[in-house]
């Protein structure tokens, strides 16, 4: 693209989605260049959104880290899947006399405090080293008849219990079930080590289950509902989604009628896309971004005239 | 049937293969009949093979309690899947100086102790309380590469860190990934109670390797293709695969040309069978035993002229 088209493409939208971990930042470190380039993007007039699958935080610790790495917005500019479990809840309008079964962390249940709803206390539940099937058989666990929701975001402390009261509140008449995200691993480069996502431990407990979950994350519409209802007048066709993770980043803005942009400083590559291109599968073609940067900083000198 | 039918129908099998919890027992105490008739089919000639999908008890813990419940047998005919991944492991040339990493318990490393096939230590491997998933970025958990092959079956400690190891390891070049079996859920009778089964757990692993594992347990043909290859001349038309749980006991004798009988004393009742029946589903008609029966002593009596 010329300078002069850049610009054109720049002024096409006016709503910003942005991932963050891969696009802004890896780790604790910002990628050069990416505070620089959200902060000229709200100087052109741009609302800049931050979306993120990740279910561990509620959006305060967001804030403290986008402040921190010089990315700057309000905590309302935060949309992280903790927040999106209470937002659908309240939503749906979830009885508040009930309680939820949260597997996950407090990033869910301070985001359930902010809305009111209460639940069953969180935190590792091991099982005990002689529990077998049989003794699980004579002694069943007791099941809340109070839950009348189940989340399920990222747990580092999954259990067999957490597994067995996620599959048994799942399965309570009239429960809601739902997925913060279904993310499979995280990146993890340089290592033979791959970390589990939240997408296996919702597959743990679904499959107890035998019923699947409502995702919420990316590459759900949902993600993007919740942004166009709590901020009216957002146009999908002139906002611009940003993420280095074409099957839920760029999934999402196709979902959603959104223009994509692939950044190379995360999971996926301009290779993966070329191959993706080229493939017969139109699940795969769907996950090729409008267009493509090594890393959003790069856009910044081509925008300096504006 | 009338029971000239019933003896008709009992001298075309001289092989029965035959599920165990819920058709022969249910927890530690027999189905009423259900000795007495194994005993007569053998006395009839026909050879009984004991097929269970548990992975959690190596075949000599099986031994104890079908000679205790008086259903006798020798070792040789007790074909449990943790024994089938040592047998698997075994088919596939297995090189045995690599280790396997097994999420499971003594039923498979007894097992893979039998045929000569080492393992990494099993048992509760807990998280820290303090692990989170910025440490575990810094501090990636050390990758045996000895590591040849994963074996998925029930683990009651199934943890981050397991699954985390099972799917680094099935993500090595070369690397074997097998799985018990894929059962959802126990069946629990008279409580709220979901026990999740070794479905849970390969979902788990499965979803953050990216990678679907060799399924050994039913209704994978390879449960009854290892029983005719270690015992020649077994003829599928002429075996009677009784079970009752259709989605794995019933569908391994279709998927293997078997005939099929129903029990009602388990998970799936005669009344679900009618539904499958008049389903527009293929695969829910293939469901469908070819005979059903309250319980498989209730036979007794129609074969006591044989």
């Known amino acids: ?12 939208f006016d709503t910003v989605l942005t991932d963050c971990d891969g696009v802004l930042w890896v780790g604790a470190d910002p990628v050069p260049g990416s ?14 959104f931050y979306v993120t699958n990740n279910s561990t935080k509620h959006r305060r610790e967001y804030k403290t880290k986008v402040d921190k790495l010089g990315f700057g917005g309000d905590l309302d500019d935060i949309i992280g899947t903790a927040y999106l479990a209470a937002a659908y809840l309240e939503e749906v309008g979830f009885d508040k006399s009930k309680l939820v079964y949260v597997v996950g962390s407090t990033g869910i249940t301070q ?5 009111g709803i209460k639940y069953l206390p969180i935190g590792p539940e ?10 699980i058989k004579l002694a069943p666990v007791p099941i809340d008849p109070r839950v009348g929701a189940v ?14 009261k996620g599959a048994s509140y799942a399965n309570l008449p009239g429960a809601l079930f739902v997925a913060t995200n279904t993310d499979e691993q995280f990146p993890m480069k340089g290592t033979d080590q791959i970390v589990p996502g939240t997408g296996a431990m919702v597959a743990a407990v679904s499959t107890a289950a035998g019923r699947q979950p409502v995702v919420l994350g990316k590459p759900s519409k949902f993600m993007f509902e919740i942004v166009q209802r709590r901020f009216p007048g957002i146009q999908p066709a002139r906002t611009l989604m940003i993420g280095d993770r074409a099957n839920t980043d ?6 959603c009628g959104l223009q994509t942009l692939l950044v190379g400083s995360g ?6 896309t070329r191959a993706w291109e080229a493939s017969e599968d139109p699940e795969e073609r769907r996950q090729v971004a409008d267009h493509y940067i090594d890393k959003l900083g790069d ?7 504006m």
């Open 1 to 12: 693209m010329t300078d002069q088209q850049v610009r054109e493409w720049v002024s096409s």
């Open 35 to 48: 505070p620089e380039l959200v902060q000229r993007m709200r100087q052109l007039g741009k609302r800049v």
């Open 111 to 115: 985001e359930l405090d902010d809305v």
């Open 126 to 135: 091991p099982v005990s080293d002689t529990l077998t099937l049989d003794t």
């Open 151 to 164: 989340v399920v975001g990222f747990d580092i402390h999954i259990s067999f219990a957490k597994i067995l």
């Open 250 to 255: 760029i999934l999402l803005g196709k979902n």
């Open 267 to 272: 999971v996926h590559t301009l290779e993966q």
């Open 299 to 305: 856009l910044l000198d081509r925008i300096k005239d």
